[in-house]
C-alpha cells in the first residue's frame, strides 16, 4: 500500500475561484459593464440615422424692407441658404421692431395681386430660397414709419435650424 503524503492529497483549486478569491473577477466587472453600456447606446444612436448627419444650419442674409408707403403693411425679404444634410422648415418670422409679421406669398386674382398668409416654407437640403416681392416674403401688418436705410431686427424660427437672428434694411419698394 501505498501512502498518499498530505501535500499531494489537496487539488488545487479551478482558476474561476482561485480569480474570484483575488478579486480580479470584480475589478474586471466594472470596466466591462461600462464598455457594454456605451456599445449599446451607440448602436441605439446609430440605428436613429442621426449618427454622421451635419447639423442643420440656414444661413440667411441680404435682408430688405420695403418702406411703408401708409397701405396698412409692408414686405420684407431675405435670402435663405440651407448647408445642412436634411430639408428645414421656416415655421415663422417675428420682429420686436414691427408687431405683427406673418409669411406670406403673392396671390393674382383676376389681375389683382394680394398677399395670401402660409404657414410655412421649406428650405431644400444644400438649396436655398429667395424672398421677392412676387413669390414668398414675410408680411408685416401696420408697421411704424421707416425711414430709407433704417436696420430693422427680426427672429426667423426654422424647426431644425432653431432661431437666427437677422436684420433688414429700409429701401424704397420695387425691384430687388
Known sequence: MTSA??????????LWRRLAASGAVRSAAVPTGTCAVVLLLLSAYTATGAAGDPPETVDVSDGRI????????TSAFFYLRNTGGTDDTLESVSSPDLGVTALART??????SR????????VPAGGSLRMDPSAIKVLALDPPRLELGKKVRFDL???????VRVTAVTVSPGPL
Open 5 to 14: 503524503s498530505p501535500a499531494s492529497a489537496e487539488r488545487p483549486a479551478p
Open 66 to 73: 420695403f418702406q411703408p408707403t401708409g397701405s396698412g403693411s
Open 107 to 112: 396671390v393674382t386674382d383676376d389681375g389683382e
Open 115 to 122: 398677399p395670401e398668409l402660409i404657414g410655412r416654407v421649406t
Open 157 to 163: 424660427w426654422f424647426r431644425n435650424s432653431g432661431q
